[in-house]
């Protein structure tokens, strides 16, 4: 039987669908040990630090991950940065292949004057600070204000606006970072807006999420209808009708901005064909300038007019680009790639691969693919017995049984808080867990 040594690297959802390929491909002839580096002390990437709090269901695939690191073959070191406590170039020679799935955790710029202001914020670092990631936990997030924008129209949109315009008590049983918490509890923001640069027809919302809007509760949910109407009518017009995505989410946007509204409080309004065009504030954002845009042919064009908004938080949500790795520099947001193969015996998986598009089940389907490319260009194995000795010798390791320590004191932890768990943010009491 030939065995052969594959290195993943990035533990979120691509790594792990690229173990369970891998896994799947086991037979008489073949065997896969695979050694899954990360370079956070906890696993799990986006499914622990990107998924909202408040929709634990998505964070059950947990389960299907751990069953995975269960198997003989599966050796988990976390701590390890790519670049810092281990390199490509040693990989690649120590392991028969070498599978990035870093993923893309860096926030697209809005590139527009006072973008680096306080409380200017892409989403990538926000909801990594409501998540707990360890490397956010200190970002000077000031919700004193009446008005946040939200700029981006997607899913992250959404789920930053619900964050920010939610009743805290509906966060508390949740996996929110405690830090998060008790600033939320704080907040004076009594009306968040979301602002797409395209028209309503070219939003990236999934139906789910629009549907959840109206059950939040204590919130009024703001559609400009004459919008929406506009934008069925052009795309009756232009065709872009019959694709049932769209069809599906203009229906769901009408059919809200039909709803008798309550007056509560809160309000969470959506706002489209808005182009940023400069944040401005002396000490911090106090307001954002925007052109107006309008759709002719199925093409956004701006016009002269221009709005200018109050607000005290701006937070991007344009999107995620790959940060450079080691000796690879991304090229438009991730790696270049053909079919998953970067060079010989180097591959990527994941939003590394394909940029920041898809849900978490996208992975599997786009890890198996590069998995059978990636076999069928397998080599004779080299049978190095320790591959994973090109980490440095200073590097503090955290394997599956240390990660499952700290787990287990998060869960414990969540119990008696009446939470699902409560995550740590310290790498020193993380570290220290593992121990």
Same mark, same amino acid.
């Given at each position: 039987?030939?065995?052969?040594?594959?290195?993943?690297?990035?533990?979120?959802?691509?790594?792990?669908?690229?173990?369970?390929?891998?896994?799947?491909?086991?037979?008489?002839?073949?065997?896969?040990?695979?050694?899954?580096?990360?370079?956070?002390?906890?696993?799990?990437?986006?499914?622990?630090?990107?998924?909202?709090?408040?929709?634990?269901?998505?964070?059950?695939?947990?389960?299907?991950?751990?069953?995975?690191?269960?198997?003989?073959?599966?050796?988990?070191?976390?701590?390890?940065?790519?670049?810092?406590?281990?390199?490509?170039?040693?990989?690649?020679?120590?392991?028969?292949?070498?599978?990035?799935?870093?993923?893309?955790?860096?926030?697209?710029?809005?590139?527009?004057?006072?973008?680096?202001?306080?409380?200017?914020?892409?989403?990538?670092?926000?909801?990594?600070?409501?998540?707990?990631?360890?490397?956010?936990?200190?970002?000077?997030?000031?919700?004193?204000?009446?008005?946040?924008?939200?700029?981006?129209?997607?899913?992250?949109?959404?789920?930053?606006?619900?964050?920010?315009?939610?009743?805290?008590?509906?966060?508390?049983?949740?996996?929110?970072?405690?830090?998060?918490?008790?600033?939320?509890?704080?907040?004076?923001?009594?009306?968040?807006?979301?602002?797409?640069?395209?028209?309503?027809?070219?939003?990236?919302?999934?139906?789910?999420?629009?549907?959840?809007?109206?059950?939040?509760?204590?919130?009024?949910?703001?559609?400009?209808?004459?919008?929406?109407?506009?934008?069925?009518?052009?795309?009756?017009?232009?065709?872009?009708?019959?694709?049932?995505?769209?069809?599906?989410?203009?229906?769901?946007?009408?059919?809200?901005?039909?709803?008798?509204?309550?007056?509560?409080?809160?309000?969470?309004?959506?706002?489209?064909?808005?182009?940023?065009?400069?944040?401005?504030?002396?000490?911090?954002? !106090?307001?954002?300038?925007? &052109?107006?845009?309008?759709? %002719? #042919?199925?093409?956004? @064009?701006?016009? $002269?007019? /221009?709005?200018?908004?109050?607000?005290?938080?701006?937070?991007?949500?344009?999107?995620?680009?790959?940060?450079?790795?080691?000796?690879?520099?991304?090229?438009?947001?991730?790696?270049?790639?053909?079919?998953?193969?970067?060079?010989?015996?180097?591959?990527?998986?994941?939003?590394?691969?394909?940029?920041?598009?898809?849900?978490?089940?996208?992975?599997?389907?786009?890890?198996?693919?590069?998995?059978?490319?990636?076999?069928?260009?397998?080599?004779?194995?080299?049978?190095?017995?320790?591959?994973?000795?090109?980490?440095?010798? !200073?590097?503090?390791?955290? &394997?599956?049984?240390?990660? %499952? #320590?700290?787990?287990? @004191?998060?869960? $414990?932890? /969540?119990?008696?808080?009446?939470?699902?768990?409560?995550?740590?943010?310290?790498?020193?009491?993380?570290?220290?867990?593992?121990?």
């Amino acid at each position: 039987m030939n065995t052969f040594n594959i290195a993943i690297i990035g533990a979120g959802p691509a790594g792990y669908f690229a173990a369970q390929a891998l896994q799947n491909r086991e037979n008489d002839s073949q065997e896969f040990k695979v050694d899954l580096y990360e370079k956070l002390p906890t696993p799990w990437g986006l499914v622990r630090s990107g998924v909202a709090p408040d929709h634990q269901k998505i964070k059950t695939v947990s389960k299907v991950f751990e069953k995975i690191a269960s198997n003989k073959n599966f050796r988990l070191f976390a701590n390890v940065e790519l670049g810092v406590d281990v390199f490509i170039k040693d990989l690649k020679r120590n392991y028969d292949a070498v599978v990035l799935a870093t993923g893309a955790s860096k926030g697209k710029q809005l590139n527009i004057p006072g973008e680096n202001l306080k409380n200017c914020f892409s989403s990538a670092d926000f909801v990594s600070w409501y998540n707990a990631h360890p490397d956010f936990a200190d970002l000077d997030v000031d919700l004193d204000t009446d008005r946040a924008i939200v700029i981006g129209a997607g899913n992250v949109a959404i789920d930053v606006a619900r964050i920010l315009i939610k009743d805290v008590k509906e966060l508390e049983n949740t996996d929110i970072a405690i830090h998060a918490l008790e600033k939320l509890k704080k907040s004076a923001i009594k009306e968040v807006v979301i602002c797409g640069r395209r028209g309503p027809e070219h939003a990236q919302f999934t139906a789910p999420e629009l549907r959840e809007l109206p059950k939040i509760t204590g919130v009024n949910i703001e559609f400009d209808q004459a919008q929406i109407e506009d934008a069925i009518a052009r795309t009756k017009i232009n065709g872009l009708y019959d694709e049932k995505e769209i069809r599906t989410n203009l229906e769901t946007m009408h059919e809200i901005s039909k709803t008798k509204q309550e007056k509560f409080d809160k309000t969470l309004k959506f706002r489209f064909l808005l182009n940023p065009v400069e944040v401005s504030g002396e000490s911090k954002v !106090s307001n954002i300038d925007f &052109n107006v845009n309008i759709v %002719e #042919k199925n093409t956004i @064009k701006k016009t $002269e007019k /221009g709005i200018c908004l109050d607000c005290g938080l701006v937070i991007s949500a344009i999107g995620y680009e790959t940060f450079p790795i080691d000796s690879l520099k991304p090229i438009q947001g991730k790696f270049e790639n053909s079919g998953g193969k970067i060079e010989d015996n180097l591959y990527v998986v994941g939003w590394a691969k394909r940029g920041s598009n898809g849900v978490i089940g996208t992975n599997k389907s786009d890890a198996s693919d590069v998995i059978d490319l990636l076999i069928s260009n397998l080599k004779p194995p080299k049978n190095f017995p320790n591959p994973e000795k090109c980490i440095q010798e !200073s590097t503090e390791v955290i &394997n599956q049984k240390a990660w %499952e #320590k700290i787990n287990k @004191k998060e869960i $414990e932890l /969540g119990v008696v808080n009446n939470k699902p768990r409560v995550k740590l943010t310290s790498r020193s009491e993380l570290i220290g867990l593992s121990r």
